[in-house]
């Protein structure tokens, strides 16, 4: 059963780039079969798809979001990652790498999450 | 972006109580809808796909019903450790959209 464990910093100074990394254990991420998607839930809040990249690189993101993501990937790593860049407040989460496999297209792995806080 | 309207956003039941929650897409969504579990500090935990498919391990207690545009999520006897929030989720397309959730406890 793949895992995912999400890491980096959970303090980030407004304005600044938030980044994150997603590492997938115990399978590959090179796999044909599914897609690695970022989520993230403010506190208290519901959840928020943000985007995801594909083994090829191809990314889909929300458009709310758009201009300031960044998701990539890297199958030397087994990892995959988040760039979200000019940050507020408002971008203050938990943060959740999770995978949707073909046919099921749901989100049937999670990570544990990580939190985010902007502030100064 | 598909809308998804949850309810109620809120409820209060007893154990061994028959409940169900309701999620409505702003438009179809086929059967591209999917249900998740999430208890306070954790992820949220995939219960159903494809609008009726139980996810592996998932207690047959869950169901789920529902095509196009309304969706129903049914617990047929309310268990301690169902007391969660639930969400809702279309896959129909991108960007993938959540309902606000609905928080199920204890009466």
């Known amino acids: 059963q793949v895992q995912l464990q999400e890491s980096g910093p959970g303090l980030v100074k407004p304005s600044q780039t938030l980044s994150l990394t997603c590492t997938v254990s115990?399978?590959?991420?090179?796999?044909?079969?599914?897609?690695w998607s970022w989520i993230r839930q403010p506190a208290g809040k519901g959840l928020e798809w943000i985007g995801r990249?594909?083994?090829?690189?191809?990314?889909n993101y929300n458009a709310s979001l758009k201009s300031r993501v960044t998701i990539s990937i890297d199958t030397s790593k087994n990892q995959f990652s988040l760039n979200l860049s000019s940050v507020t407040a408002a971008d203050t989460a938990v943060y959740y790498c999770?995978?949707?496999?073909?046919?099921?297209?749901?989100?049937?792995?999670w990570g544990q999450g990580t939190m985010v806080t902007v502030s100064p | 972006d598909i809308q998804m309207t949850q309810s109620p956003s809120s409820l209060s039941a007893s154990v061994g109580d028959r409940v169900t929650i309701t999620c409505r897409a702003s438009q179809s969504v086929s059967r591209y809808l999917n249900w998740y579990q999430q208890k306070p500090g954790k992820a949220p935990k995939l219960l159903i796909y494809g609008a009726s498919s139980l996810q592996g391990g998932v207690p047959s207690r869950f169901s789920g019903s529902g095509s196009g545009t309304d969706f129903t999520l049914t617990i047929s006897s309310l268990q301690p450790e169902d007391f969660a929030t639930y969400y809702c989720?279309?896959?129909?397309?991108?960007?993938?959209?959540f309902g606000q959730g609905t928080k199920v406890d204890i009466k």
């Open positions: 990249v594909y083994i090829s690189g191809s990314t």
């Open positions: 115990a399978g590959s991420i090179s796999s044909a079969n599914h897609f």
């Open positions: 999770a995978t949707d496999s073909f046919g099921r297209d749901a989100f049937d792995i």
């Open positions: 989720q279309h896959s129909y397309l991108t960007p993938r959209t």
